[in-house]
């Protein structure tokens, strides 16, 4: 998600193909490489934002998600301890098939996403993480992925600079109530 005129689409990365494997077509569809790499996995206290869809406790997933070798997002996923504690998702390794791979086998589908996008200046350790220069803002964006009956399983939060962002969507409207 980074560069002139980069253009990101949120449906590659939702549903059954592993995130990182998207990321990495994305990339080299644009003639770049992307990488990510785990930071950290495990059971901690939820952020307020999380907490409120999630419960106090969560498991987490923080990846750097690169792009030629610069780190050009910063990505988090929250799982409810209740399902993904013990299970690979807590354990800083990549995942074969992904997060997704994963909550299926335990049983888990979450067909219904939804995403807010905000805008806001970044953070310090953004700033750093991203090598972003003083004063640029970031574009965060929430991702809750819930099981057919509306429960919330997972939450992501995307932090990206939002110098030359632009973000795509493609919605389908037939059979939709």
């Known amino acids: 998600m980074a560069g002139a005129g980069w253009t990101s689409s949120s449906s590659l990365y939702a549903g059954a193909q ?7 077509q994305e990339a080299a ?13 495990g059971l901690v206290e939820a952020p307020e934002c999380v907490a409120a869809l999630l ?6 997933r ?10 050009v997002e910063l990505t988090d996923s929250y799982f409810r301890a209740d399902i993904a504690a013990g299970t690979a998702l807590a354990r800083p390794a990549k995942i074969k098939g992904g ?28 700033r750093e993480a991203l090598q972003l220069p003083d004063n640029v803002w970031v574009l965060v964006m929430h991702r809750i992925c819930r ?31």
């Open 55 to 60: 419960g106090a406790q969560a498991v987490v």
């Open 29 to 41: 569809s644009a003639g770049q490489r992307g990488t990510h790499r785990v930071l950290e996995a």
């Open 147 to 177: 099981t057919t009956d509306g429960q919330p399983v997972q939450v992501d939060v995307m932090v990206a600079s939002a110098l030359h962002q632009r973000l795509r969507y493609e919605m389908r409207t037939d059979g939709m109530t």
């Open 99 to 126: 997060p997704a791979r994963v909550l299926r086998e335990l049983g888990v589908e979450t067909p219904h996403i939804a995403e807010e996008i905000e805008a806001r200046p970044a953070a310090e350790a953004e």
């Open 18 to 24: 592993a995130p990182g494997a998207a990321w990495e």
């Open 62 to 71: 923080r990846r750097s998600m690169d792009l030629d070798g610069r780190t």
